[in-house]
C-alpha cells in the first residue's frame, strides 16, 4: 500500500505553500485554501518516520462530514472536496490558539492530574477523580498553536491579556466550541462512541469567526465505545478506545516521548498497516458507512494535482 507523505504541487494562481505536521496547505489568490491531508502521522509534536496508507483519505472525509453536519452551528471554510485527499475552503486569517474541549478525564489531562495538578488552563479540578471518570461537565483547555515544538497550555485570562484573541472574539470561539462539541457528541452517541475531546481551530474573515481546519477526526478528537464505558470505569480497566492515543501509548511503550535522548523507535511496514486498519475502523464506526479506498494507479500526487486543477478551473 502506498502513502502520501509529501507534496510540491505548483496550482494556477499559487501564492504561498505552508507545510504543516500532517496538511500541506496551498494558497490561491490570497483568498483561497487547498488543504492537502497527508498520509503523514505525528504524535508527541513530532512526524513519524512512516505514512499510513489511506490515513488522509480517512481524515479528510470525515471532516467534511463534520464540518457539513455542524455549518448550522457556525460559518467554516469548506467550499468543496475535489478528492478524497482534499478540501478548498477560504483563507482566514486563523487564531494563535487552539480550543481543546474535555468530557473526560484522561490522556495527557489525566498524566497531569496523576502528578498532583489541579487545574489545568485556569480551569479547577475536582479532587478524588479517577482515569477515565467524565467532569461535572465539558472543560475548555487552550493551547498556543505552535508551528515546530510543543503546543503549550494557556489560560482563557491569558490568551486575552496577551493580546492573542480579543474578549469578544473568545467568546464567540467559547460558544462555539460547546456548540459543537455537544454536536460531535451527539452524533458520536447515535454510533454507539463517546466523544471524549477534540480541538477546534478557528479563524477570522470579513469580521467574522470561522471553523478552520478539521473536525472530529481520529487526530484530532479522542473516542471511546459507549458499550461497556462504565462497567470498565467502575473496574479501573483501560477503555476501548478510538483515538490516536494508540499510537502515542505504543510509543511510549517503546521509550519514546520526544524528549532528550530518546530516539524513534523503528516504524514496520506491518505496524503502518495495522495503524491504516484502525483509522478505517473509527471512519467506518463514526460515520456508519463502508470505507471506499480511492483508486490512484499508484500516483496518488498525480490524481490529486488533476482534480484541484479542474476544480479551480471549474471556480474562476
Known amino acids: 500500500m502506498k502513502a502520501l507523505t509529501r507534496t510540491d504541487f505548483s496550482f494556477e494562481g499559487q501564492t504561498s505553500v505552508y ?25 508527541f509534536d513530532v512526524i513519524l518516520p512512516k505514512g499510513i496508507p489511506f490515513k488522509g483519505q480517512v481524515l479528510n472525509q470525515i471532516a467534511a462530514k463534520f464540518l457539513d453536519s455542524t455549518s448550522d452551528i457556525c460559518p467554516n471554510w469548506k467550499l468543496g472536496t475535489p478528492d478524497p485527499m482534499v478540501t478548498v475552503g477560504l483563507k482566514c486569517e486563523g487564531f494563535r490558539v487552539e480550543m481543546i474541549i474535555r468530557s473526560i478525564l484522561t490522556g495527557s489531562a489525566w498524566r497531569a492530574y496523576k502528578d498532583g495538578c489541579r487545574e489545568l488552563c485556569g480551569v479547577a479540578l475536582p479532587d478524588g477523580m479517577v482515569e477515565n471518570q467524565r467532569f ?8 498556543t498553536k505552535a508551528d515546530e515544538g510543543h503546543d503549550m497550555n494557556i489560560s482563557r485570562e491569558e490568551i486575552i491579556n496577551q493580546g492573542l484573541v480579543s474578549a469578544e472574539d473568545y467568546a464567540v470561539m467559547e460558544d462555539y466550541t460547546r456548540r459543537l462539541f455537544a454536536r ?33 477526526t481520529p487526530d484530532s478528537s479522542r473516542y471511546f465505545y459507549a458499550y461497556g464505558y462504565e462497567e470498565k470505569l467502575a473496574a479501573g480497566e483501560p477503555q476501548r478506545q478510538l483515538s490516536k492515543e494508540f499510537v502515542r501509548q505504543w510509543l511510549i511503550e517503546h521509550g519514546f516521548m520526544n524528549e532528550p535522548g530518546q530516539t524513534m523507535p523503528a516504524i514496520t511496514d506491518e505496524y503502518a498497516e495495522s495503524v491504516s486498519e484502525r483509522y478505517i475502523e473509527l471512519y467506518e ?6 470505507f471506499i479506498k480511492s483508486a490512484s494507479d499508484g500516483d496518488l500526487a498525480a490524481r490529486i494535482e488533476k482534480n484541484v486543477s479542474d476544480y479551480l478551473a471549474s471556480l474562476r
Open 19 to 43: 507545510h504543516g505536521k500532517v496538511r500541506d496547505v496551498y494558497t490561491i489568490n490570497d483568498d483561497l485554501m487547498v488543504m492537502v491531508a497527508t498520509d503523514r502521522i505525528s504524535a
Open 136 to 143: 461535572p461537565e465539558p472543560i475548555i483547555t487552550p493551547t
Open 184 to 216: 460531535g457528541q451527539e452524533i458520536a452517541a447515535r454510533h454507539g462512541l463517546i466523544l471524549v475531546d477534540t480541538k477546534y481551530e478557528f479563524g477570522k474573515r470579513d469580521g467574522k469567526v470561522y471553523l478552520i481546519d478539521e473536525i472530529h
Open 285 to 290: 464506526h463514526i460515520t456508519g458507512e463502508s
